[in-house]
């Protein structure tokens, strides 16, 4: 019983561990594009203004 309690709980573990590493990665991957995203706008505002 204690090897199967034992199992089970790394399993959780490892399941938990492996949600937080996808959290890290969809909000690292999220923020990088709304960066570029700002770099871009500031970009094209900036040479937009160049015109006006």
């Known amino acids: 019983m204690k090897s ?5 709980n790394c399993l959780a ?3 938990k561990k492996e949600y937080r590493l996808t959290v890290i990665k ?3 991957t999220k923020s990088l594009i709304i ?3 700002i770099l871009f706008a500031v970009i094209v505002l900036n040479i937009a203004n160049l015109f006006v």
Do not use: A, H, W
């Open 4 to 8: 199967i309690s034992n199992t089970t």
């Open 13 to 15: 573990l490892t399941v």
């Open 26 to 28: 969809n909000i690292t």
């Open 35 to 37: 960066t570029n995203k």
